[in-house]
Nanobody
Framework: VQLQASGGGLVQAGGSLRLSCAGS????????MGWFRQAPGKEREFVGA????????QYADSVKGRFTISRDNARSTVALQMTSLKSEDTAVYFC????????????????????WGQGTLVTVSS
């Protein structure tokens, strides 16, 4: 699965941004999808994940209630809607895919994901 993330940019604190990730159509539906981020000098961290069928989602505590992940299997895309952005949300955001036979599984560990996009930079100014 090839992944291409887009939508990053500069936004003021309190603002919103929508990230999108396009996957190659082949086998996209066989993967649960996740978003991760990495700030300068920090390790990559989990942001959110969505199951193959879109029924289950999970979020990091730091973004719960502010970020929403969704997917469109017909278009092989996954999105991350980010609201009430804070300066600490500044990071490079990556979308990732993990093959699974289960329709409702989500994963939070980077090592569970086999495919990664190139990342898109989100900068939140205070």
């Amino acid at each position: 699965v090839q992944l291409q993330a887009s939508g990053g940019g500069l936004v003021q604190a309190g603002g919103s941004l929508r990230l999108s990730c396009a996957g190659s159509r082949r086998a996209f539906n066989m993967n649960l999808m996740g978003w991760f981020r990495q700030a300068p000098g920090k390790e990559r961290e989990f942001v959110g994940a969505i199951s193959r069928n879109g029924y289950n989602t999970q979020y990091a505590d730091s973004v719960k209630g502010r970020f929403t992940i969704s997917r469109d299997n017909a278009r092989s895309t996954v999105a991350l809607q980010m609201t009430s952005l804070k300066s600490e949300d500044t990071a490079v955001y990556f979308c990732a895919a993990a093959y699974t036979r289960r329709m409702e599984t989500v994963q939070v560990t980077p090592n569970d994901y086999q495919y990664w996009g190139q990342g898109t930079l989100v900068t939140v100014s205070s």
